[in-house]
């Protein structure tokens, strides 16, 4: 239990001493999570709500796939976005690979059927005489889409929020897209492997903290969206 406390203590000082590496790592963290949710709303916000407000032939395959891409393994994930875009994959030309964009797709394709499922399903819950007002005003499909999309956006900062849950605390994508490169495509979850293997458990648990930092206010935040969105 020694080491344990030592490298307790031995984290907090790279905490608050601002040790660069360890400062690297979250950085990158919060950069590549960030422009990670930013792609999923902006694709799975419309999507999700061509889903929930439709009817078509196939939805609830549609629906199902959702559902089930929702525990879809990271690994999988990065190891098909690895053969995209590596220089024998067809996006290989893009160069994308071992970049903080690249490893954005990956997280970007994780986060998605979280977005598009909550999403689809505020929408399904919503009042049913919201589009027929709608409609009989003259709203365009745009605007319908748009006056929705903010009726619904407590319980689509709630997807957000828990999509960026997952993307954040993954390491798969990150390890195999990413590259785990010092100072370039290093995140958190992929130091926090790195450095525990080497016996560096200061950094480990410093880095760990971080990370137990970001979930607990990813969970305030699922909280207190909850409570508006009930209200």
């Known amino acids: 239990m020694d080491y344990l406390l ?11 001493s601002g040790h660069e590496e360890t400062y690297s790592a979250v950085s990158i963290t919060i950069m590549v999570s960030s422009l990670s949710i930013a792609c999923c709303l902006i694709i799975g916000a419309p999507l999700g709500f061509l889903l929930g407000n439709n009817k078509f032939p196939g939805r609830k395959v549609l629906r199902m796939l959702m559902d089930t891409l929702l525990s879809f393994p990271t690994v ?5 976005v690895y053969a995209m875009l590596s ?7 893009l160069g994308l690979l071992f970049t903080i964009p690249g490893i954005a797709v990956g997280q970007t394709l994780l986060g998605l059927p979280i977005v598009i499922a909550m999403t689809a399903t505020a929408v399904e819950n919503m009042d049913s005489r919201l589009k027929p007002t709608l409609r009989t005003l003259g709203a365009s499909p745009r605007q319908v889409l748009l006056t929705t999309l903010w009726e619904a956006r407590f319980h689509m900062a709630l997807a957000a929020v828990a999509a960026y849950g997952r993307i954040v605390s993954e390491i798969g994508i990150s390890m195999m897209v990413g590259g785990n490169i010092k ?3 290093r995140t958190i979850t992929t130091a ?4 525990t ?5 200061a950094m480990g648990i410093a880095l760990g903290l971080v990370l137990l930092l970001i979930a607990f206010a ?3 935040s699922v909280v207190g969206l909850r409570r508006m969105a009930e209200k």
């Open 183 to 185: 100072w370039h495509t």
């Open 87 to 93: 220089s024998k994959g067809p996006l290989g030309e």
């Open 76 to 80: 999988v994930i990065g190891l098909l």
């Open 218 to 220: 990813v969970n305030l």
């Open 197 to 201: 293997g080497k016996g560096q458990f």
């Open 192 to 195: 926090i492997a790195l450095e």
């Open 6 to 16: 030592d490298g307790l203590m031995q984290a907090f000082v790279l905490l608050f």
